[in-house]
């Protein structure tokens, strides 16, 4: 496992960086040869995804999914370091150290792969949205009962579930003037100042007094415009990201097009989208995943709602139920990313269990 994991670590398979995904893609399935599996490959938009199957059908019983893209960082961080069984490196905690978990289970299970109906999905644009991976995939037609996604939780926590997303790039327009004439100008930042002040009071502020801020959230990630401090500007744009709980995933929209019939001079353009979503504590494969966690760690398993998004929205969209937890790791997207190696083999211990479970 952990030899697999540096050397996955090892690629710098950025979400842009196509010819490096191929190459770590080629490793991979250098790492598979001889097995007795189907493996398709896609691509969308130059964004390359692998489909492994034990059986050539779109209709595996259990999906085992993960991304392998990463988000950029020192050169130091592609350079997996391990210090009183801790591994460093990026991508050790998202997500490659599921990957490494799948690439030894096909190769431990190959003679029980013909009993089994499972797909491993790879992707390489989770960190970008993920609509050239995961949604191209499912938009191919691949469907499944569940999917086992450990893209969220922490230290065993399970999802129940994560807030919707919506990424919304705002334009302003204005008309140009002298700085000290703002009389004869339209001020295309002012504009958008008051139009992200309008929508900013259609969420809670805080402190909102819930510990667990269950509430739909906005942040204004950047804004730019103007070309100089004596001139008005006559352009203006924002980038803004708002998570949404289910009950809002229809209101909020409709709240922030209702606003800009207000605003003629201003344009919104939505990047990137995704649903809430839940899933039903009762629903048999989580109730059968959670009893093997529990027996393997011997704690209750906790479960919590996410704040952030993942993949999981796009199954969450097909009705097709998500398992998202992780082992004992943190610091992702960070200099200090970091996985426990002695609780992934526990993590193995459970995977493999549910997959001979679940898979047949």
Known sequence: ????????????????????????????????RGLPLVIKEFSSNGYPSLVILSRDTKFPHLILQCHMDVVSGSPEVFKPKIKNGI???????????????YLRLLKELKMELKNLNLAVMITTD?????????????????????????????????????????????????????????WLGVNAIDELMEFLGKIKNLFPKEP??????????????RIEG???VNQIPDWAQAL???????????????????????FK????????????????????????????AESETKKKTVFITSHGSSDARYFAQRKIP??????????????????????LERFYRVLKRFVLAAGK
């Open 87 to 101: 591994l460093y490196g990026r991508g050790s905690f998202d997500m490659k150290f599921s990957l490494a978990c």
């Open 226 to 228: 103007g070309k100089a």
């Open 208 to 221: 909102c007094g819930d510990k667990d801020h269950f509430h739909s959230t906005v942040n204004i990630g």
């Open 322 to 343: 998500v398992i998202a937890t992780r082992p004992s790791g943190g610091g992702h997207h960070s200099e200090n990313e970091w996985i426990d190696l002695k609780d």
């Open 265 to 292: 001079q201003i344009k919104t353009e939505v990047l990137a989208s995704g649903q809430s979503f839940k899933i039903d504590l009762d629903n048999p494969y989580l109730k059968l995943f959670t009893k093997i």
């Open 1 to 32: 496992m952990e030899n697999l994991l540096r050397k996955l670590i090892s690629f710098k398979t950025l979400s842009e960086n196509h010819r490096e995904n191929l190459r770590a893609f080629k490793w991979i399935k250098s790492q598979l």
């Open 126 to 182: 989770e960190e970008i949205g993920g609509e050239n991976g995961v949604k191209h995939l499912l938009n191919k037609g691949y469907r499944s009962k569940v999917c086992f996604l450990p893209d969220g939780g922490q230290n065993w926590e399970i999802q129940k579930a994560a807030k919707g997303v919506l990424h919304l790039k705002i334009g302003a327009g204005g008309k140009s003037a002298h700085g000290s004439r703002p």
């Open 240 to 262: 803004v990201d708002i998570r949404l709980i289910p009950e809002d995933q229809i209101r909020i929209p409709k709240e922030i097009k209702k606003i800009s019939h207000n």
